[in-house]
Nanobody, 123 residues
Framework: QVQLVESGGGLVLPGMSLRLSCAAS????????MGWYRQAPGKQRDLVAR???????DYADSVKGRFTISRDNAKNTVYLQMNSLKPEDTAVYYC?????????????????WGQGTQVTVSS
């Protein structure tokens, strides 16, 4: 199996920064796209940022210029640096990864999710 473990959430004041991390572990052959999504109470889960295994990035308009996604392929880890945080960034942040596993001679690709980490921006 594959596990995604997130860390780095918390409570911060508006204008401050946080860095989220998500490490993938388990029977991994390769990892394709990795990304961060967020879900506020009563709302749907939306894409925040994603990165290909080649380093190409994509951001939601609401976070462009403030958030930076990066990854360390050797550690199977993706990061989200969040600067100039606003109250509207408050949500549970979820890590997502497209993982290929090698199972009994075959390759199997699936999308995996972390358990979520709470980010609260409030004065």
């Amino acid at each position: 199996q594959v596990q995604l473990v997130e860390s780095g959430g918390g409570l911060v004041l508006p204008g401050m920064s946080l860095r989220l991390s998500c490490a993938a572990s388990g029977s991994i052959f390769s990892i394709g796209n990795m990304g961060w999504y967020r879900q506020a109470p009563g709302k749907q889960r939306d894409l925040v940022a994603r990165i290909t295994n080649g380093g190409r990035t994509d951001y939601a308009d609401s976070v462009k210029g403030r958030f930076t996604i990066s990854r360390d392929n050797a550690k199977n880890t993706v990061y989200l640096q969040m600067n100039s945080l606003k109250p509207e960034d408050t949500a549970v942040y979820y890590c997502n990864a497209d993982v290929t596993r090698y199972i009994s001679g075959d390759l199997s690709a699936d999308s995996y999710w972390g358990q979520g980490t709470q980010v609260t921006v409030s004065s």
